[in-house]
Nanobody, 115 residues
Framework: VQLVESGGGLVQPGESLRLSCVAS????????INWHRQVPGKERELVAH????????TYADSVKGRFTISRDNAKNTAYLQMNSLKSEDTAVYYC?????????WGQGTQVTVSS
């Protein structure tokens, strides 16, 4: 079982990034997917959630209107489009898959927003 994130990097405030999360080893389409982020010394926080079929999405208040979560079940891939990035979005971003008591985490990808 693997969740592999990519797409992180260093950008300036106001710019955009798109994170990808490629899944393997489990039935991706039936799992709900979250993106979480963590800053050193702080708890991991939920950023965005998408249901298994993609019909339901929810966002943390801090990213509403700027971030969009999506998924392509045919490609076993989830995405997080991040626009209008701010310095406070700097964190390691993790992909998370859950089906009832089954849950998997990716290894994370670093996003740094700095001028």
């Amino acid at each position: 079982v693997q969740l592999v994130e990519s797409g992180g990097g260093l950008v300036q405030p106001g710019e955009s990034l798109r994170l990808s999360c490629v899944a393997s080893g489990f039935t991706f389409p039936i799992y709900a997917i979250n993106w979480h982020r963590q800053v050193p010394g702080k708890e991991r926080e939920l950023v965005a959630h998408i249901s298994s079929a993609g019909g339901t999405t929810t966002y943390a208040d801090s990213v509403k209107g700027r971030f969009t979560i999506s998924r392509d079940n045919a490609k076993n891939t989830a995405y997080l489009q991040m626009n209008s990035l701010k310095s406070e979005d700097t964190a390691v971003y993790y992909c998370y898959a859950r089906l009832n008591s089954l849950e998997y985490w990716g290894q994370g990808t670093q996003v740094t927003v700095s001028s």
